[in-house]
């Protein structure tokens, strides 16, 4: 079998026309690059230069082969291009799962701002539960995950990437608007969109529909992007999680914690065993300056 190496040293002879300029080319001795294109020949059981005048003619064998061994080198060539680009994160594929409110987010803008300067990378972003997370890392069918709460999963590495709380998004001109934090009570007479019992996030504002029972809700929903939307459309406050106004805030309307705070962690996961890419830790990075500071 033929070695890259010669391959290599044809490769040079034929376009230096000398084993000295090959030589200087290759950064090798010219005794090394003679003796491997004897090698070669050897191998290919034919002579492939003839000395005139100084120089190395090439055989009609050796300019028969000349295009396919370009084709080779080329690849070649491709090949540590493609490794620099890996290496350096602008190329590849990564592949994200992140829950609903963190995925339409600080996760899709955080993606927008990576690829812009990464035009061979492309992303999969998708908007998953969090247990359906869980298994596509431990599965390594994804590479990072975004979710809030707890984990507890020895087959996962989880890192704090920031906090956000339950919160209403009001119109500016509200009543309630001018207030810093707002107490259950205060939305006794409102009408309220929030999460549908089966959500994901209706956990961290059951203690608020408890309290207030029977609380005037206007619209349940599934996610913090369509509570937004209902809300800014006239169908009520919108009693969510902070994180998604935080990425991207609503022109004439402010966001109002409530008191007591309910808060959620939002969480970095990646699988405990094996690495990561190194254009996942990039992102991993680019997603750590994202969130506001704890």
């Not at 084993?19 to 191998?43: D, F, G, M, Y």
């Not at 082969?65 to 070649?76: H, K, W």
């Not at 009543?175 to 259950?184: D, V």
């Amino acid at each position: 079998m033929l070695h890259l190496r010669q391959i290599e040293v044809f490769y040079a002879i034929m376009r230096a026309g000398s084993v000295t300029e090959a030589a200087r080319a290759l950064n090798r001795t010219q005794p090394a690059i003679s003796a491997t294109l004897k090698q070669l020949e050897s191998r290919l059981k034919m002579q492939l230069f003839e000395r005139t005048g100084g120089r190395l003619e090439p055989t009609p064998e050796a300019r028969a082969l000349m295009p396919d061994v370009t084709e080779i080198v080329g690849r070649l060539s491709a090949v540590e291009r493609f490794s620099l680009d890996l290496a350096s994160g602008n190329r590849g594929v990564l592949s994200i799962a992140a829950t609903p409110h963190l995925c339409d987010g600080f996760v899709a803008k955080t993606v927008a701002a990576f690829v812009k300067d990464r035009p061979g990378l492309k992303v999969n972003l998708l908007s998953l539960a969090p247990s359906t997370i869980f298994d596509r890392i431990i599965s390594r069918e994804v590479d990072l995950g975004v979710v809030s709460g707890s984990v507890e999963s020895s087959a996962l590495k989880v890192e704090e990437l920031g906090e956000a709380n339950i919160a209403c998004m009001i119109p500016e001109n509200h009543r309630l608007a001018r207030r810093k934090t707002l107490r259950t009570q205060d939305l006794k007479s409102e009408r309220i969109v929030t999460y549908l019992p089966q959500a994901v996030l209706r956990p961290y504002v059951a203690p608020i529909i408890e309290a207030l029972h029977p609380l005037q809700i206007s619209v349940e929903t599934g996610t913090s992007a369509t509570a937004m939307r209902l809300s800014m459309d006239g169908a009520g406050i919108a009693l969510i999680e902070s994180a998604l106004f935080l990425a991207f805030p609503v022109p004439g309307y402010v966001l109002r914690p409530m008191e007591p705070e309910i808060r959620l962690n939002s969480l970095l996961l990646r699988p405990r065993r094996g690495s990561v890419s190194r254009v996942a830790n990039q992102f991993a990075a680019a997603l750590r300056a994202a969130f506001p500071s704890n």
